[in-house]
C-alpha cells in the first residue's frame, strides 16, 4: 500500500465541523515579490525560457454548497535550481504550512477549523497545484486566508525547518526506507531522464534539501509562483462577481519577479539498461519498466496509446493483460499495470489525480512487488509480453471489448467538482479544442484495431527499454539476468497445461541486456546528490 507522505506533497490543513465562522477581514495588497538572491537565481549556464502567459480563469458555477478552488502553476520541481531539488515542492509546502498575511501556521490553522476549510498543495514535474475547499457560507472568510496563502506567504524560519526535516525524513525513510514501489518508479524516471530536469523526485534529493533556506523559498516563490503562470479554477456555489474577484487578486500577483518556464531539452537515450537498487532489507523484488514517447495529450496518437495501456493492465483493475496473466493465472503478485502517461494515484483512489500534466511523457508498466525467488521470471514475461504487445498488437476481438471497458470507466474519473475542475486546467495546459474524456470517447469510437497497433509500433521503441529494480542482493539478481539462467515458476496449485507450457517458454525467454548495461546502485546514495 502506498504512503501519502511519500507519493505526493498534499498537505492538509484542517479539517473540521462546528464552531462560529471566522468574521471575513479586509483583504491587504499584494507584497511586491522580493528580489530573488543571486545564489538561487544564477546558473551557469542559465537555462533558456518559454515567454510569460496571461492569467486563464476557468468557472464551473453550480447550486453545490461547496464551493472549491483550485489554483495551478506551470511550475514544478523542472523548475528547482541545481543545488536545490526539492526547492519547488517545498516553498508550496511552506506557502500552506509557514504561516501567511498577519497569521502563523498555528494562527492559521485556528483560523480554517471553525469554517472546516481546506487548503492544500501538491507539486509533480511541471505542475503545482493549490486547492482550498469550504462551505459557501464561510467563502468570504476563506478566501481571506486562501489568499494570502497565495500572494503573501510568511515562510516563517521555524516552519520552514521543520518541514525540511520532514521532507527529509520522507526522502530517506520514507522513499528509501518503507516504499519499494514508489523508489521504483522515480528510479524508473531517474533512467529516462537522466542529466534532465525531471531526473530527480518532487522530494528533492539529500544535497539539495540540505542547502535550502527561507530566503530560497521566497526568491522561488517569486519566480514561478506569479501572475505569468498560473491558472485558476473555481467550482460550486459561489456568488455573483467572486470570479471577478479573484481574476483581479491572483492577476497582480508577483508580476515584476516572474520568469517563464525552463524549456526542456530533448531525451537522449542509447539502448536498454537496468538499475538494481540494492536494499538488504527488502523482502520482495519492485520492478518499474518504461520509454520515452513524444505524445502528449494534444497529440493525434494519445487515445490509440491510451487505449493500449489499458488493454495491457488498467489501474488496479482485472482489465489488462497483464493483470489476468501475471497475478490472474500465476498469482506472482498484486498487481500489473501500464500507463500511456504519467500516473499518480489520488489518495486512496484507484483514479489518477489531475493537475500532472508534463510536456514530455513516457509510456511504461508496474510489477507491483513479486517474492525473490520469482522476480527473474516475472521480469522476462512483462518484457516478452511488451514485446509480443508491440509485434502482433491487439486483435479486433480485444479492441473492441477494451473500448467497451474504457469508454464507461473512465467517466468515473470525473465523480467530483474538483476532480473535473482539475481536468479542466489540464486541458488548458494542452490546449484541448474539447474536454479531455469527451475527446477520448470520440477519438475510440473513430479508432480501428490498424490505428492503435500502428501507433504502437510509431511510439514504443523497445531498444530503448528501461528498467528500474528494487531487490535485496541486487548484484546475484543482475547476475542472473545477464546470464540468461532458466528462471521456472513453481506453481501453489495446479495449473492448465496451456499455462505449463508457456511458463516453460518464459522461463527461457532472452531479455537481452547484458551485464555491462546494468547498474547496482546501493540505496543509500540514490537520490543522494
Not at 464551473?60 to 483550485?70: D, I, Q
Not at 525547518?161 to 516504499?179: K, P, S, V, Y
Request: aromatic content about 8%; glycine content about 8%.
Amino acid at each position: 500500500m502506498m504512503r501519502p507522505v511519500v507519493l505526493s506533497s498534499w498537505v492538509v490543513l484542517a479539517l473540521a465541523c462546528g464552531g462560529a465562522p471566522t468574521p471575513p477581514a479586509e483583504i491587504p495588497p499584494v507584497d511586491q515579490a522580493p528580489e530573488a538572491t543571486s545564489e538561487v537565481v544564477e546558473q551557469a549556464p542559465a537555462p533558456e525560457r518559454e515567454d510569460l502567459g496571461v492569467l486563464e480563469l476557468i468557472e464551473m458555477r453550480s447550486g453545490s454548497p461547496m464551493v472549491t478552488l483550485r489554483v495551478a502553476f506551470d511550475a514544478g520541481s523542472a523548475e528547482d535550481p541545481d543545488g536545490r531539488e526539492g526547492l519547488t515542492r517545498l516553498t508550496a509546502e511552506a506557502m500552506v504550512e509557514a504561516g501567511a498575511g498577519d497569521r502563523s501556521y498555528a494562527q492559521l490553522t485556528e483560523a480554517l477549523y471553525p469554517m472546516a476549510g481546506e487548503i492544500h498543495a501538491a507539486t509533480d514535474r511541471d505542475q503545482t497545484v493549490f486547492v482550498g475547499r469550504v462551505h459557501r457560507d464561510h467563502l468570504d472568510a476563506f478566501y481571506a486566508l486562501f489568499r494570502d496563502v497565495l500572494a503573501r506567504p510568511r515562510f516563517d524560519e521555524r516552519d520552514v525547518e521543520r518541514l525540511l526535516a520532514r521532507a527529509r525524513t520522507a526522502l530517506t525513510m520514507g522513499l528509501r526506507g518503507n516504499d519499494d514501489e514508489e523508489l521504483g518508479k522515480q528510479v524508473l524516471q531517474a533512467m529516462l531522464y537522466e542529466g534532465h530536469p525531471y531526473g530527480h523526485p518532487e522530494l528533492g534529493t539529500e544535497r539539495g534539501l540540505g542547502a535550502i533556506g527561507p530566503d530560497d523559498l521566497r526568491a522561488q516563490a517569486a519566480r514561478v509562483f506569479c501572475s505569468g503562470r498560473v491558472t485558476v479554477g473555481l467550482a460550486g456555489g459561489y456568488p455573483e462577481g467572486f470570479a471577478a474577484r479573484v481574476r483581479g487578486d491572483l492577476g497582480a500577483m508577483r508580476r515584476d519577479g516572474c520568469v517563464g518556464r525552463i524549456r526542456l531539452p530533448a531525451v537522449e537515450l542509447d539502448g536498454m539498461r537496468i538499475w538494481l537498487v540494492d536494499k538488504p532489507d527488502a523482502r520482495s523484488v519492485a520492478v518499474s519498466l518504461g520509454v520515452p514517447i513524444d505524445v502528449t495529450r494534444d497529440h493525434e496518437d494519445y487515445a490509440a496509446l491510451t487505449l493500449a495501456a489499458a488493454y495491457l493492465g488498467q489501474h488496479r483493475t482485472f482489465a489488462g493483460r497483464l493483470m489476468q496473466k501475471m497475478r490472474g493465472d500465476r498469482g506472482l503478485n498484486y498487481g500489473d499495470y501500464a500507463y500511456a502517461e504519467h500516473f499518480v494515484q489520488e489518495g486512496w483512489s484507484r483514479f489518477p489525480r489531475p493537475n500532472i500534466s508534463r510536456r514530455q511523457q513516457y509510456f511504461s508498466a508496474w510489477v507491483r512487488p513479486v517474492q525473490p525467488e520469482n522476480a527473474h521470471f516475472a521480469i522476462r514475461m512483462v518484457v516478452r509480453e511488451l514485446r509480443q504487445f508491440v509485434r502482433d498488437g491487439i486483435s479486433t476481438e480485444d479492441f473492441e471489448r477494451i473500448r467497451t471497458f474504457v469508454d464507461r470507466y473512465y467517466a468515473l474519473y470525473l465523480q467530483t467538482e474538483s476532480r473535473r475542475l482539475g481536468f479542466a486546467i489540464d486541458d488548458r495546459y494542452y490546449d484541448s479544442p474539447q474536454p479531455w474524456l469527451e475527446g477520448l470517447r470520440e477519438a475510440w469510437r473513430r479508432l480501428t484495431p490498424e490505428q492503435v497497433n500502428a501507433a504502437v509500433r510509431r511510439h514504443l521503441d523497445l531498444s530503448k527499454l528501461q528498467i528500474a529494480i528494487v531487490a535485496a542482493d541486487a548484484q546475484a539478481l543482475a547476475d542472473r539476468l545477464a546470464s540468461e539462467v532458466e528462471s521456472p515458476l513453481r506453481h501453489r496449485g495446479a495449473p492448465s497445461e496451456a499455462i505449463l507450457a508457456e511458463d516453460r517458454e518464459i522461463a527461457r525467454y532472452r531479455i537481452g541486456i547484458g551485464r555491462d548495461r546494468m547498474r547496482v546502485l546501493p540505496v543509500a546514495e540514490i537520490f543522494a546528490q
